[in-house]
Nanobody, 125 residues
Framework: VQLVESGGGSVQAGGSLKLSCAASGSISSTCGMGWYRQAPGKERELVST???????TYADSVKGRFTISQANTNNALYLQMNSLKTEDTAVYYC????????????????????WGQGTQVTVSS
């Protein structure tokens, strides 16, 4: 599985950006995709994920501001980011999960082992 991000850039606080991730290879073997980010001096953190069945998750810090979506027709993943804050500044990575399972009537996707090279998002005040 190969993942290539695009759409990063510099924006002022309150602005918007839309990230894209082009996926190729054995996409059908993955259980879901997601976005992670890593700010300078901090660990990589989850931003949002979407399973192959459309179930989404968001970090509390981005709920209500970011929206994840995917286009199955071209294996693309998107992250619409609105009301950006300076603390959203980070390198954003696209990732794909490898282990999916049902539990309690819900589908989960784990082991995000495929990663893109990242795209820089810089939000200035």
């Amino acid at each position: 599985v190969q993942l290539v991000e695009s759409g990063g850039g510099s924006v002022q606080a309150g602005g918007s950006l839309k990230l894209s991730c082009a996926a190729s290879g054995s996409i059908s073997s993955t259980c879901g995709m997601g976005w992670y980010r890593q700010a300078p001096g901090k660990e990589r953190e989850l931003v949002s994920t979407i399973t192959r069945y459309g179930t989404t998750t968001y970090a509390d810090s981005v709920k209500g501001r970011f929206t994840i979506s995917q286009a199955n027709t071209n294996n693309a993943l998107y992250l619409q980011m609105n009301s950006l804050k300076t603390e959203d500044t980070a390198v954003y990575y696209c990732a794909a999960g490898q282990i999916g399972y049902f539990s309690g009537g819900r589908y989960y996707c784990r082991e995000y082992g495929y990663w893109g090279q990242g795209t820089q998002v810089t939000v200035s005040s």
